[in-house]
């Protein structure tokens, strides 16, 4: 399935575990690299979600670690959860996160979301998804909140909450997410914690398949969506608790600066 406009790609080198098997109606994307300190966790809050029927793509990108191992015990473990490990070995958040989203919709699923592999998803994460669709949306965007178990005190995790806010109406006046060509307001979209129909990821050629140091793909496929429907929205009820390793390796103003077009360059990008 090559999907979307001219010049998108489809997964390449994807290698997986029961690949040939159907997935469920709701597909969940988890691109992994080196994250054996947090993937069991991620995978615990996914085990824990009230609304149960989905499969859990995890995309291993090149991890050198135990992240594949533990991938894998944790499947055994949990024999009622439908858990795919598969492979991406094309080095980059944007083709792993495609090649996951990829695999759910060539497998049959309705449905896809996305989380990241050091974040921990609330309890009613997939069944506030499963409204939202009810609702009417294509492309939905979850409301992320700082972890509370990696040691910043409430007033920083505030200060996070409010750059957040910031971003994400600088975003919308800013002039290169406007254009006649778009049908609605821009859509802060965050990669960790979004969802969208099987048929729009199609019909929009999904997420760029590019690293993290190029493009930041959670804004490009919002850009591609907004080009094809009005139907998206933020969602503040659907949650995801996201690790704030970046704001503690280089600053609340450099991590804002990255993701403001990589105008902060710093020399790792992959903090762990």
């Known amino acids: 399935m090559s999907g979307g406009p001219a010049g998108a790609a489809g997964p390449s080198n994807a290698e997986g575990l029961s690949s040939t098997t159907a997935v469920r109606p709701l597909s969940i994307a988890v691109p992994v690299l080196n994250e054996e300190k947090l993937i069991r966790q991620t995978l615990e809050s ?3 979600q009230e609304h149960g029927d989905f499969t859990v793509v995890v995309v291993d990108n ?9 991938v894998a015990g944790f499947a055994a473990e949990h024999p009622g959860m439908d858990i795919r490990l598969i492979h991406e070995r094309r080095k980059g958040t944007g083709a792993a996160a495609d090649t996951g989203m990829r695999f759910g919709v060539l497998h049959g699923a309705t449905w896809l979301a996305r ?17 939202a669709f009810d609702d009417g949306l294509e492309l939905v965007a979850g409301q992320l909140i700082p972890r509370e178990d990696e040691g910043i005190t409430a007033t920083e995790r505030r200060t996070m909450l409010l750059a957040v806010e910031v971003a994400s109406f600088f975003g919308r006046i800013r ?11 821009y859509l802060m979209l965050p ?5 969208i129909t099987a048929a729009m990821y199609h019909r929009s050629g999904g997420f760029p398949r590019t690293r993290i ?13 907004r080009r094809l429907t009005r139907a998206y ?10 690790s704030s390793r970046r704001v503690k390796a280089w600053g609340l103003k450099n991590t804002l600066a990255w993701y403001a077009d990589h105008r902060y360059k710093p020399e790792v990008v992959d903090i762990r």
């Open 213 to 225: 140091e190029e493009v930041h793909e959670d804004r490009a496929l919002s850009n591609r969506v």
């Open 46 to 48: 996914l085990a824990a």
């Open 62 to 70: 090149g991890s050198t670690d135990r992240s594949c191992g533990i």
């Open 191 to 195: 990669g960790c914690n979004m969802a």
């Open 233 to 242: 929205g933020l969602r503040r009820d659907v949650v995801v608790y996201g």
């Open 175 to 185: 002039p290169g997410n406007k254009g006649q060509d778009y049908l609605g307001p």
């Open 115 to 131: 989380t990241d592999a050091d974040c921990l998803a609330a309890p009613d994460w997939t069944a506030r998804i499963m409204k």
